[in-house]
């Protein structure tokens, strides 16, 4: 007894690797018992949760490039949608224009307003057709609300525009229903109403009457709405009438060319004064 | 051995399995990962002896086994990681230098490793690949790995524990 404690101890640590094998090759053997099997099962869900939670800490690490990719996907899903929509806006008002039975489409050139210069004196817009498209100075500029304005100036792909709310434009109007003629023009300030001149206080204009184009224009055909009158206010001898425009400047996206209105003879015979001596 | 010190190694012992189950799994090379619960083995044997680096090698088998879900084999591979281990012991009378001790827990971590794993290898082949492969090749690869790591960690924190 007392040889085999000398050993024991002399050898403990032989022994101890003896014992702790067996027991490993036990578990090897016994690892499909139920205790084990729980054990086992336990330890792989602990094992699963703290993952989970590793796996959670480090996607917070990488959020940076996650939020990087998504801006990416952002940036490129907006550019689409907002392609989209622009093109959605755009068919919208050609159907518009192209829908209203007021007037003949067909001979109109239709244009978008690419540029615009607004201040509350001077306006400009810029429309992306140009002589390439058939447009030449001087032709009007409408939608089908109203007036819009006349072309001044065109290069090969664009034109500039002389809205109505410009201090230099000017144009022939007429009332529809006690058709009082009047030259309307707009002084600046509020972008939505122009004064007429030039209606004698003898007519009988009312209020809300609506104001057309005449024909007595060198450049707009005749019956164009421009505006309803909203204020008369009488003078020593003529009304100063405040018109509201038919036409939402603010709004202006798509426009109509109409056709350049011809009369070189009609030219002619107001600038030429010799031609009255050739009558009798 | 000190109470103070076996509490110490209790921990570490909790720390380098929970390390090495949780996170140095996750970084791999060539299919095989560096082993802290091996240098921690080679560091307890190293500086405590055979019989404890043995028994802590079962101890902590255990802990990975359930973490892992493969206990009998894990403990196997650790009990012999421990005892092979504990062939490097530098007895505390021996006036051996930083140098010596450093060098031998060193060897303690390869020859454990290449052990450790050549036990793994006989029981466990998952990826179908060959005995003499796994053996050899990954048990090599992760030796030299689990080195590295020992490195270290022998620079950062086992510098002061392993002086003359």
Known sequence: MRKFFILFSKYNTYLLFVIYCSISVLFMKLQNDNVLTKLRTSGLEFSAVINEKLMSLTYLFTLNKENERLMRVNTYLLTKVLNFETAAVDERNRRKILNDTTFNPSGYIIARVVDRKFSDHDNMLLIN???????????????????????????EHFAKVMPVINTDFKVSVVSDSSNCMGLL????????????????ISSHLKLNERMVTSDFSTFSVR??????????????LFYTVDVWLAVDFSSLTQVLIAPLKIEPEKVKITTDSTLNEQFP | MTKAFSFSLIILCIAS??????GLTRLTFFNVSPDAVTVFLGF??????????????????????ILSGNMGLNMLSRTVEGFIAGYFHIPEDSHATAKQKTRRF?????????CGNAVIAAGYNPLGLSPAYRVVVLGLLESFITLILAVILHWLFLKKSLVD
């Open chain 2, 17 to 22: 399995a929970l390390f090495q189950e949780f």
């Open chain 1, 223 to 236: 019956g164009i709405p421009v505006g309803r009158v909203v204020r008369i206010k009488p003078d020593k």
């Open chain 1, 129 to 155: 057709a140009g002589w390439k498209n058939g447009i030449q100075k001087d032709m009007t500029v409408l939608v089908p609300e109203g007036l819009v304005g006349r072309v001044t100036s065109v290069s």
């Open chain 2, 44 to 65: 307890l044997a190293v500086s405590a002896g055979q019989r404890a680096s043995t028994s802590f090698g079962f101890a902590v088998g255990i802990l990975t086994g």
């Open chain 1, 185 to 200: 023009s707009w002084s600046g300030g509020k972008e939505f109403i122009t004064q007429v001149e030039h209606i004698p």
């Open chain 2, 106 to 114: 060193f060897s303690a971590v390869v020859i454990a490793g290449f």
